[in-house]
């Protein structure tokens, strides 16, 4: 967990439920509504209520930070300005130690601007075609970034070992799960069920790790 610049004082929110209980909204930094019902089981039984950013307008932030800490809090710090609400946000990238931690948090246009995962994964398998099995270890990592007005910034980190397969296994998932073999399942992500990519996922280790501070927040 690590601490940045004080973001700005703002109004806080709060949607009352009842007489006696208040939910806090929690604004996720991301245009995708469908993000956050990937989020919500992770979080549920707090008293809050997720929203997602792009419900309160345009949301396109400039993630040009250089580490994936960096381009959560820009994130975060975005959906805060927008809502006035407390928000968290997420960056994530795949380190390949063969490839020198590449392609780290530029993942999703490894293979060029226009790509699609498909490319990333021809790209990826490419250069690591005499790559020995040993030397083919990899991680999945995701920061999620906690903002909230008049506070600095908080981060939370999760990692998911294993390595790069030769081929693609599996039809689950998205991106680079079909060739990333999780070291505690000795499967690929794409061969995970919905419930153990939600439970053992680096993003899922990240979320988790927010939930216990948030746990002490609200």
């Avoid at 780290?104 to 075609?129: S, T």
């Avoid at 990899?138 to 397969?165: D, N, Y």
């Amino acid at each position: 967990m690590m601490g940045e610049t004080a973001v700005a004082p703002g109004k806080e929110n709060w949607n009352v439920l009842t007489a006696n209980h208040m939910n806090r909204i929690l604004v996720i930094g991301t245009g995708n509504k469908h993000k956050v019902g990937e989020v919500a089981p992770l979080l549920s039984g707090l008293p809050i209520i997720l929203r997602a950013a792009g419900e309160y307008g345009p949301f396109h932030p400039d993630e040009s930070g250089g580490t994936a800490e960096e381009n959560a809090i820009i994130k975060a710090r975005a959906a805060l300005a927008l809502s006035g609400e407390w928000a968290i946000a997420d960056d994530t990238g795949l380190d390949i130690r063969a490839l020198g931690g590449r392609p780290g948090i530029h993942a999703a246009r490894y293979a060029g601007p226009r790509c699609d995962f498909d490319d990333n994964i021809r790209k990826v398998l490419g250069e690591m075609e005499d790559v020995p099995d040993e030397q083919r270890t990899a991680a999945f990592f995701c920061v999620i970034a906690l903002c909230r007005p008049g506070h600095a910034p908080l981060t939370f980190r999760g990692e998911c070992r294993g390595r790069i397969c030769r081929r693609r296994q599996g039809s689950g998932g998205f991106g680079y799960d079909p060739i990333f073999l999780m070291d505690e399942m000795d499967k690929t992500f794409a061969e995970l069920s919905a419930e153990e990519k939600n439970r053992l996922s680096h993003r899922a280790r990240a979320v988790t790790a927010c939930r216990r501070t948030l746990e002490t927040l609200l």
